[in-house]
């Protein structure tokens, strides 16, 4: 168990529509990053909060938007929904200084 | 930017034989290396990591990598293969500064009993 908490774990939805992912850090981190993981792209970053500010961006497209909020946890929000979209989604956070990177155990987002 | 190669999206051992994944990177400053491990239906495990301290690194499970500046490699190796080690490797860079992952494409590993 790697301490970061991701729910829910299994989301089933329908092109066009919109949802949250939630992430909880580790306790202390104050780095939290977002990963898509598809078949075609592999594992590809998204975006990096630190200390509910946004620091880095990557492949991140403009439908989707995070945030995170001053208790630490973040949500990743996917709007307009397409079939292309379904993938892992994971949050991963580290600690201020701290190179590793600990992943939670993703959220499996199905678009039908 | 930086990137990673891993050689082999396939790889196959029997129980008790070596066990070699290669991965290859490709960064313009001095990079920090990470395994990841990726268990069916689950997230992504930290096996080990390089961050510019002792070039041969221990992780756990028996694990281990050897960052080789001159190769531009870290491969992962492990001495004696078991069934519980058949998963999906995932070789990953980050730099100082820019603290993203890249991930090479993974090596799912076959434990042949």
């Known amino acids: 168990d790697s301490g970061v908490t991701q729910t829910p774990k299994h989301l089933i939805t329908a092109t066009g529509q919109r949802v949250t992912l939630r992430c909880s850090p580790r306790s202390g981190d104050l780095s939290v990053y977002w990963y898509q993981q598809s078949l075609d792209q592999g594992l590809q970053f998204l975006i990096q909060?630190?200390?509910?500010?946004?620091?880095a961006k990557g492949n991140i497209l403009e439908r989707f938007s995070a945030q995170q909020f001053p208790d630490l946890h973040s949500e990743l929000n996917l709007s307009s929904l397409e079939l292309g979209d379904s993938a892992l989604y994971f949050c991963a956070s580290s600690a201020q200084g701290e190179k590793t990177q600990y992943f939670g155990p993703g959220t499996r987002l199905l678009v039908l | 930017a930086q990137s990673v190669t891993q050689l082999g999206s396939h790889v196959s051992v029997s129980e008790g034989a070596l066990v070699l994944l290669r991965c290859n990177y490709s960064s313009s400053v001095p990079p920090y290396l990470f395994w990841y491990v990726q268990y069916p239906n689950q997230g992504l495990q930290l096996l080990l990591k390089y961050t510019s301290a002792a070039t041969l690194v221990k992780g756990i499970n028996g694990f281990e990598a050897e960052f080789k500046k001159s190769e531009t490699s870290f491969h992962l190796t492990k001495p004696s293969a078991h069934m519980s080690d058949a998963a999906e490797y995932f070789c990953?860079?980050?730099?100082?500064?820019?603290?993203?992952?890249?991930f090479g494409t993974g090596t799912r590993l076959t434990i042949i009993p």
């Open positions: 909060y630190y200390n509910g500010e946004e620091r």
């Open positions: 990953a860079v980050s730099v100082f500064g820019n603290e993203k992952l890249t």
